[in-house]
């Protein structure tokens, strides 16, 4: 097991290397850049879209270029020319790709160019929204999910199971930002209840409350973007439930505890469901990396939350370069680290697995 360890982390290193190549690239291809974004800020245009007008691939500007902001805008050369050098856009794309993966080898990550912060910094600011997205809503899936999915393989054929996997495929096919909305129009006063606040995670008074208080206003305020969240999870994983239910009650095993005279609840609490879920509970971590990830930057933009998603998108928009591949490198790295802890947990709960002698 050692062994496949220790391949699976050497093998993070191309993996990591190929995503940043691509991703560096492509962003080569794309207009703009962090120049013409401050130039647009300069002129009060708002951002790089509204404004841009030609320019190189990789964000300089050339001479020409620069000559044509200098007279049509009244910006001198010599300005366009520091802006370059401030970003360290002067210098060609593979010697900025070669230093950029250089200091994150050394989880030096640089600045934001228009926080004045550090992209680790940042990062930590931002992540403990997206973490409690994704722990409640994983929470809430699981919870859900098992106990739905037993009784569905308990009673499998029936209209329970009928009706109820209607409305599983039903919230499988609702986009979680689509759900979101419904949300908001039902719940937040977009046009019916306001029973839940639609921005952030706490009332502003929030440091004046009590401690229960405190944790009602935080629950009151996580709600719908957990129950947005948790939808698409929560019918993956009772599928998932009922099937290897299914496949485990038409076992050998089963037969025989039944023939022994052990009642219903005993052969599937006491022997099916030990078996039955060792594929749920050892894909906890892909489940969180899921949710974590996906969805986050429309479910935290619609309830106004301040986390890893809406980072990611205003680096997007403003060419904050940094930020960009900062958080690529630091989430691909975590989605590469949670596939391998995945693997750890299939073995944890089952011994039986043994992936070395199979990579053999």
């Known amino acids: ?6 391949r699976r982390l050497l093998l993070i290193i191309p993996t990591l290397f190929g995503i940043m190549v691509i991703n560096f690239a492509l962003v080569q291809f794309v207009p703009g850049g962090p120049v013409e974004q401050i130039i647009a800020e ?3 245009e708002g951002d790089v879209f509204s404004s841009f007008a030609g320019g190189a691939e990789d964000g300089t500007l050339t001479e020409n270029e620069a000559e044509g902001y200098a ?7 010599e300005f366009i020319d520091e802006l ?4 360290g856009l002067d210098k060609p794309p593979l010697e900025r790709f070669l230093d950029m993966m250089w200091n994150y080898m050394r989880l030096d990550f640089g600045e934001s ?3 004045s912060i550090s992209v680790t910094d940042l990062v930590l600011e931002k992540m403990p929204v997206s973490i409690t997205l994704g722990l ?4 809430i899936a699981y919870l859900i999910s098992i106990p739905l999915g037993i009784r569905k393989a308990v009673r499998d054929g029936t209209s329970f199971d009928s009706w109820t996997s209607g409305v599983i495929i039903a919230a499988y096919a609702i986009p979680g930002f689509l759900f979101a909305v419904m949300l908001v129009v039902l719940f937040a006063g977009g046009s019916y209840w306001q029973i839940f606040p639609l921005r952030g995670l706490t009332s502003d008074n929030f440091d004046d409350l009590t401690l229960y208080g405190k ?13 947005a969240s948790t939808i698409a999870a929560f019918a993956t994983l009772t599928l998932l439930t009922k099937n290897s239910f299914m496949d485990e009650i038409k076992k050998h095993y089963v037969m025989t505890a039944r023939a022994k005279g052990l009642s219903e609840s005993r052969v599937l609490y006491g022997h099916v469901f030990r078996n039955a879920m060792l594929i749920v509970i050892a894909g906890f971590p892909a489940v969180f990396i899921g949710v974590f990830f996906g969805g986050s930057l429309l479910i935290e933009t619609i309830f106004s939350l301040d986390g890893l998603g809406r980072l990611g998108f205003e680096a997007a928009i403003s060419r904050d370069y940094p930020v960009m591949f900062g958080t690529l490198f630091l989430f691909g790295l975590i989605g590469l680290v949670v596939n391998i ?9 089952d011994p039986r697995i043994d992936f070395e002698t199979r990579q053999g």
């Open 215 to 227: 944790v009602i206003d935080y629950l009151w305020h996580i709600t719908l973007p957990v129950v």
């Open 42 to 44: 300069m002129q009060g």
């Open 84 to 87: 370059n050098e401030l970003y």
């Open 136 to 139: 409640w809503s994983t929470l």
């Open 341 to 349: 802890l995945s693997d750890l947990m299939y073995v944890l709960v």
């Open 113 to 115: 160019y228009f926080r």
């Open 71 to 77: 007279g049509a805008r009244g910006l001198p050369q």
């Open 1 to 6: 097991m050692a062994a496949y360890i220790l």
